[in-house]
C-alpha cells in the first residue's frame, strides 16, 4: 500500500441537507493513493448522498472537497475527469451487448481505443466473462451486470474510483473476482472508497468509516475498530443455535448475541464469563458442540457499537 503519499481525496465538514433532514453531517475524511476506503452504515446513513457529492452528481451545502488538488464545488468538470463513479445502479444500456457497453463508455471517456481494448480484455477475463461478450446487457444475471458496470467504469484509469455497494446482488465467488481487480487497482495506486453492505467485505478495506444517521460515527483500519470493542466476544457452536441464542441473551453479562451461521456470536462484559455461561446453558438443557473465545469480526462491531449508541441516545 502506497497510503503514506499524501491524500487524494480530501473531505472536510461535508454537509448535505433535504429539507428538515441532514442526510450528511459534518464529515470529515482523506483516502491516499493505493488505499480502499470503505463506507460502512444500515440503510440511509448517507453513503450514498456522500458518494454523489465526491462524484460532483449533487452539491453540498457546506464543505470541501478536494481531488487530486482540485477543488471539486469550483471545478467540478475537471475534478470528474480523475474519477470513475459506478452508482448503486449502474447505467448499462440493456439493448447494447457487453462489448457494446465498453465501447460507449470507452468513447464517453476518450481512451484510445488500444488502451481500452487491453484493459478490458484483462477485466473480461478477471471477471470470468469472456464468453459472454457478444451477450446482449439485458440477457445477463444481476452479478454479471454488476461486473460489466465495474468493466464499463474502469475503461479510463482513474485517480480515484467510487463505488457505490458495487457487489450487492453478486454471488461470493463472483465477489472475490471483484476484490481481486480491486487490489491489482490498488497496487497501481488508484484511491477507492466504497460503500458496502457486506461486513465480511469491510474486513478487506485498509479503512472503514461507520456512518449513522449522516454523521461519522467511527473511522480506523478494521484492526484497529476490533481493538475499541469493550468486552470480549464468544463463539458458540450448538445444535440448535437458535435456541442457544435465546438461552444466552438475557444471561449476567452477555451485551448482545448475533447469528452467525451455525454458531453464535455472543458479545460478554469479560471472556471470564465463558465458564459461567457454559454451566447456564447446561442447566436448561441447551446441547454444546462447542464454546471458546473468539476475535471479534466487523459485524460484531458494528452491532456492538450501534446499539450502544442507541443506548446513549435514549438516555
Ligand atoms: N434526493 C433526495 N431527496 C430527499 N431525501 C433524500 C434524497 N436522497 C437521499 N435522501 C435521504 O437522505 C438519507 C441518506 O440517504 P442515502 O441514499 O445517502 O443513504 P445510503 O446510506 O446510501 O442508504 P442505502 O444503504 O439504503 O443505499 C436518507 O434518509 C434518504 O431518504
Ligand atoms: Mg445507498
Avoid at 150 to 160: A, D, E, F, Y
Wanted: charged content about 25%; aromatic content about 6%.
Amino acid at each position: 500500500m502506497l497510503a503514506s503519499d499524501a491524500a487524494v481525496i480530501e473531505v472536510r465538514g461535508l454537509e448535505k441537507r433535504f429539507g428538515a433532514l441532514t442526510a450528511v453531517g459534518d464529515l470529515s475524511f482523506s483516502v491516499h493513493p493505493g488505499e480502499i476506503f470503505g463506507l460502512v452504515g444500515p440503510d440511509g446513513a448517507g453513503k450514498t448522498t456522500t458518494l454523489r457529492m465526491l462524484a460532483s452528481v449533487m452539491r453540498p451545502d457546506a464543505g470541501s472537497i478536494v481531488i487530486d488538488g482540485i477543488d471539486v464545488l469550483a471545478l467540478p468538470e475537471q475534478a470528474k475527469r480523475h474519477v470513475s463513479y459506478m452508482p448503486q445502479r449502474f447505467g448499462l444500456y440493456e439493448d447494447l451487448t457487453v462489448d457494446e457497453n465498453i465501447r460507449f463508455y470507452a468513447d464517453l471517456f476518450e481512451v484510445p481505443r488500444q488502451v481500452w481494448q487491453t484493459r478490458a480484455d484483462a477485466m473480461l477475463a478477471a471477471a470470468d466473462m469472456t464468453r459472454f461478450r457478444g451477450r446482449l446487457a439485458g440477457q445477463l444475471s444481476g452479478g454479471m451486470k454488476q461486473k460489466l458496470g465495474l468493466v464499463c467504469s474502469l475503461v479510463h484509469t482513474p485517480r480515484v474510483l467510487l463505488l457505490d455497494e458495487p457487489t450487492t446482488g453478486v454471488d461470493p465467488l463472483s465477489r472475490r473476482e471483484f476484490w481481486q481487480i480491486l487490489y491489482s487497482l490498488r497496487s497501481e495506486g488508484v484511491a477507492m472508497l466504497i460503500s458496502t453492505a457486506y461486513l465480511d467485505e469491510a474486513e478487506r478495506c485498509d479503512r472503514l468509516a461507520l456512518l449513522h444517521a449522516g454523521k461519522m460515527m467511527y473511522c480506523d483500519t478494521p484492526a484497529g475498530l476490533k481493538a475499541r470493542m469493550p468486552g470480549a466476544m464468544l463463539q458458540i457452536v450448538a445444535a440448535d443455535p437458535r435456541r442457544a441464542r435465546d438461552a444466552v441473551r438475557d444471561l449476567p453479562g452477555v451485551e448482545g448475541v448475533l447469528l452467525a451461521g451455525s454458531g453464535i456470536h455472543v458479545h460478554v462484559d469479560g471472556a471470564e464469563r465463558l465458564p459461567q455461561i457454559a454451566a447456564a446453558l447446561a442447566a436448561q438443557g441447551v446441547a454444546l458442540i462447542s464454546i471458546d473465545a473468539a476475535a471479534p469480526t466487523v459485524e460484531d462491531l458494528f452491532v456492538a457499537l450501534l446499539d450502544q449508541e442507541s443506548v446513549e441516545a435514549s438516555t
